[in-house]
């Protein structure tokens, strides 16, 4: 929900929105803008993610004028393609130790959950309320069934409302990123 939204579901006219499919998310192109990098190509190099990086970096904190640290998400298939040991330097065990000394990258994570992240695709994002919140409408509430025989299992239900709100200013300046093959 917190990712892809929810379609059809409306609050007061507003939608329920993730990350992927909120206008206020910064979108960065990896087959345009002169990368053209796969950062889960067996033959990649350092030079091509430490490019990547510093274009996602670019374009939150230098064309958005977000100061702090970003965190990356990325996909699986990303993750353990940055593990190997590709770089040339002796003082980094893998790709992940080097791509985490980039001055403005907070830290590195993945997610093995396909519907969140999947290929080449990862999320940049400054871990502040003043970028990105969960705004909770209502608290997870959970109530039993009624059980028809003594020996019946018990059964719940449970529901709550929660959403995202990814924060703008007025220039429409964010701190979220989402990147990926923008066909």
Same mark, same amino acid.
């Given at each position: 929900?917190?990712?892809? /939204?929810?379609?059809?579901?409306?609050?007061?006219?507003? &939608?329920? *929105? /993730?990350? *992927? !499919?909120?206008?206020?998310?910064?979108?960065?192109?990896?087959?345009?803008?002169?990368?053209? +990098?796969? $950062?889960?190509?067996?033959?990649?190099?350092?030079?091509?993610? &430490?490019?990547? %990086?510093?274009?996602? $970096?670019?374009?939150?904190?230098?064309?958005? %004028?977000?100061?702090?640290?970003?965190?990356?998400? +990325?996909?699986?298939?990303?993750? %353990?393609?940055?593990?190997?040991?590709?770089?040339?330097?002796?003082?980094?065990?893998?790709?992940?130790?080097? $791509?985490?000394? #980039?001055?403005?990258?907070?830290?590195? *994570? %993945?997610?093995?959950?396909?519907?969140?992240?999947?290929?080449? &695709?990862?999320?940049? #994002?400054?871990?502040?309320?003043?970028? #990105?919140?969960? +705004?909770?409408?209502?608290?997870?509430?959970?109530?039993?069934?009624?059980?028809?025989?003594?020996?019946?299992?018990?059964?719940?239900?449970?529901?709550?409302?929660?959403?995202? $709100?990814?924060? !703008?200013?007025?220039?429409?300046?964010?701190?979220?990123?989402?990147?990926?093959?923008?066909?």
């Amino acid at each position: 929900h917190l990712v892809n /939204g929810v379609t059809g579901v409306k609050y007061k006219d507003r &939608e329920a *929105k /993730g990350i *992927k !499919t909120n206008s206020s998310v910064l979108a960065l192109d990896l087959d345009a803008s002169g990368l053209n +990098v796969d $950062l889960t190509s067996a033959s990649l190099t350092y030079a091509d993610a &430490e490019k990547v %990086f510093i274009a996602a $970096l670019k374009k939150v904190q230098g064309d958005n %004028f977000v100061t702090m640290p970003l965190t990356f998400y +990325v996909s699986s298939s990303i993750w %353990f393609n940055l593990l190997s040991t590709k770089t040339n330097s002796s003082e980094y065990t893998t790709l992940v130790d080097a $791509l985490r000394k #980039i001055p403005g990258v907070a830290d590195i *994570k %993945f997610t093995t959950d396909t519907t969140v992240l999947s290929g080449n &695709e990862f999320f940049a #994002i400054a871990m502040s309320q003043e970028y #990105i919140m969960p +705004v909770v409408g209502q608290a997870v509430g959970v109530n039993p069934l009624v059980r028809q025989n003594y020996s019946d299992y018990f059964q719940w239900t449970a529901w709550g409302a929660v959403g995202l $709100l990814i924060k !703008t200013d007025y220039a429409s300046r964010s701190g979220v990123l989402w990147a990926r093959a923008i066909a």
